[in-house]
């Protein structure tokens, strides 16, 4: 082989020793540290075989947030054989979430469509709520649909909802807004399948409850405008409602063995004069002139009421072993713009631009009160099997509908002989087709959502799908 310094080759070896004997310090001086430095800063690896590497033990890892003085220590170790290995590697494997969806953000877009009934086709739309047989003349606000940014909200499924609760009891719990939901429900379920009315009690038939023959569904509406116990006003008692924070109504509570899933909506009694008790004392009163009580608002009442109706519902249904679903539907805006009584109280016939109006006052608080208790069951909650707790939070997207109401329409035909000085309007309920049905709509997504969770889950356990 030939020499690398082959220019050279012809030198005598004097010459050779000499030439050596200069380039040595050259090369102890400048190439070795040289060498030494890329050996430093570029170590070679030693290839290792990826099974070997898999089975060998992993030592413990230290990790340190900045500015952390204490270790965040984490212990990785890997089982000797591939067959567990691969096991737990299945076993840590993080579950795939379920794509979660804000309903409450979003945009009132024109539907060709319209809704799934109408006045005529349902017979059990409160009259109140009747807006085209009492003759309101414009339709349009029958043709929006609420469009949320992250997903796509479907068009109700009637044989869906039915199949979901076979055999199964679900009861809506509350004042009249839970009853405008509730009748929302059951003409959209009509469609599909013939409600059979089972049962009636109460003065103005309060507690009702229908049975889908089909599905072998019940569907039953509970009035209990506080949730909690309450005395209500009368013409020959208090000019004030008495509520007791710290009891449950049992005029439906003591049904709630018979329940699969409850629907709670309160808010607008809660308005009214008021004292509140818990126990035997007088916590206070809210508008009570010329009692002697102190003022306390309803925000906490609110609160107080909430959290012990979902309180005493874990302790009865988790004591007994058997679940419930529950769901909280949150405030629903008023929109008067006038007085009640006077022509053009809520005169809009479209809904609200995109920043034209904001959810903002007692609207925003009585909401957020209801979301934080559910957030709060949903934790207190947890040890209870087959317990599940969801907002339904209807408050924005409700906010932007001002057309949606009975308004004058509450009454047939009110201006037949001409605009009245005096007419009743009613801009807090809704009008049935209309807004409402899309609180049904995102309650049915609800329900998909927990049957897909418990298809998914090792126990099957389901107090829906059964």
Not at 82 to 96: L, T
Not at 186 to 195: D, F, R
Not at 380 to 399: I, Q, R
Request: include cysteine; proline fraction near 8%.
């Amino acid at each position: 082989m030939g020499s690398p310094f082959k220019d050279h080759q012809s030198h005598s070896p004097s010459y050779t020793h000499s030439f050596i004997k200069k380039i040595l310090p050259y090369f102890i001086y400048v190439i070795l540290p040289i060498a030494v430095i890329r050996l430093y800063l570029y170590s070679p690896t030693l290839p290792q075989s990826p099974t070997l590497h898999n089975h060998l033990p992993q030592p413990s890892t230290v990790h340190h947030l900045p500015h952390s003085t204490t270790p965040i220590s984490i212990t990785t170790t890997t089982p000797s054989s591939s067959s567990s290995s691969k096991h737990e590697q299945e076993q840590k494997k993080p579950e795939a979430k379920e794509p979660q969806c804000d309903y409450t953000d979003g945009d009132w877009l024109p539907d060709k469509m319209g809704p799934l009934y109408n006045g005529t086709t349902c017979g059990t739309i409160k009259k109140g709520q009747n807006c085209i047989t009492h003759g309101r003349p414009d339709l349009g606000y029958l043709h929006w649909k609420w469009k949320p940014k992250q997903c796509h909200l479907p068009r109700f499924e009637p044989n869906t909802f039915l199949n979901l609760l076979r055999n199964k009891h679900i009861a809506f719990v509350g004042d009249s807004m839970a009853r405008n939901q509730l009748e929302s429900l059951l003409c959209m379920i009509a469609t599909a399948s013939h409600p059979k009315l089972i049962y009636t009690d109460g003065e103005e038939n309060k507690f009702r409850r229908w049975n889908f023959a089909s599905h072998n569904v019940n569907v039953s509406v509970y009035w209990s405008p506080f949730l909690v116990r309450g005395v209500e006003k009368s013409k020959i008692g208090p000019d004030h409602n008495q509520l007791y924070l710290d009891q449950v109504d049992e005029r439906w509570a003591a049904d709630m063995g018979k329940m699969d899933m409850v629907v709670l909506s309160v808010g607008h009694w809660f308005l009214h004069p008021a004292v509140y008790f818990e126990g035997a004392s007088a916590l206070g009163c809210h508008f009570c002139p010329g009692l002697n009580h102190t003022e306390i608002g309803f925000y906490d009442v609110l609160r107080k009421a909430i959290k012990t109706t979902l309180k005493t519902i874990t302790e009865r249904r988790g004591s007994s072993g058997n679940g419930i679903n529950v769901i909280v539907t949150t405030f629903s805006p008023a929109h008067f713009e006038g007085e009640w009584d006077k022509a053009g109280a809520c005169p809009k016939t479209k809904p609200y631009n995109k920043g034209e109006k904001n959810l903002e006052g007692m609207d925003a608080d009585m909401r957020q009160v209801e979301v934080e208790e559910v957030e709060a069951a949903k934790v207190n909650g947890k040890g209870v099997l087959g317990f599940k707790v969801e907002e339904l939070d209807v408050s924005y997207l409700s906010l932007m509908r001002p057309d949606g109401h009975p308004g004058p329409y509450m009454n047939p035909f009110p201006f037949a002989d001409g605009v009245k000085e005096r007419v009743q309007n009613d801009c807090v309920h809704w009008c049935l087709p209309g807004a409402i049905d899309t609180w049904n709509e995102i309650m049915l997504e609800i329900i998909k959502k927990w049957n897909r969770a418990v298809a998914n889950s090792p126990s099957k356990q389901f107090t829906l799908a059964g």
